[in-house]
């Protein structure tokens, strides 16, 4: 059951940021301005192959902003939870993958994201969705609300691809102590769709990937016809 799960959870992780990442390099094709929210050391600017005179990033860790800095990055150490330290219309996107969910004040985060794009800029926001069938699952057996299976579990990080990538530093599991990624408030589909139009955003258009229990097999069809209850969500809207 365990290696079953594990394999929804790569497919899915890889399907969303395929997803993610072509939308941030369509959002970028005419130039402007990109903000990477929870930057690293910069890894995806040259993923994406975006000018490094046009990335810019934030990053709450400091050895990674120091290592992404003498790069030539143009990577500053911050905190998302409180105001960014850019003036208003200043990208052409902004973004930021499996960020949204570890924050305290994420609702404060999409206020200044929409703040700091220019007119017409796009967000592109990928994290988990609260309102899973795995979700109520968990809370049937007493265990701890989750998105799915645990990103930073012990045997999740000894996957490789993109689960490695995101959480390979991470020593500890998920259902003990605190560990760093631990997903702190996760919205829904529908909620997360209906703040961004709250906050003024247009052309609001979200995806979803890996419902649960469902096998791989059928995964792309059961997506498009329930995104509402997937695991993963890439959101891209327009200001």
Known sequence: MAGYFKRLYERTMREAYTLAEARIVAALADGGNALDCGAGSGHLANRLQIDTDRYHGIEWSNDATAQAQAWGLKIVNGDLNLALPYPDAHFRCVFGLSVLEHLLRPCRYLRECHRVLEPGGQLVILTPNIATYFT???????RMPSSGPHPDSD???ASTGPIERLTSHVAHDA????????????????ALQRYLRMLGFRDVAGSGFGVYPFPNAVQP????LDPYHAHQM???ARK
Do not use: C, K, M, Q
């Open 136 to 142: 109520a699952f968990l809370v049937l057996a007493g």
């Open 175 to 190: 259902d003990n102590d605190t560990p760093s990624h631990r997903h702190l408030v996760i919205f829904s589909y529908l």
């Open 221 to 224: 069809l059961v997506e498009r």
């Open 234 to 236: 890439v959101f891209v």
């Open 155 to 157: 045997a999740l990080i």
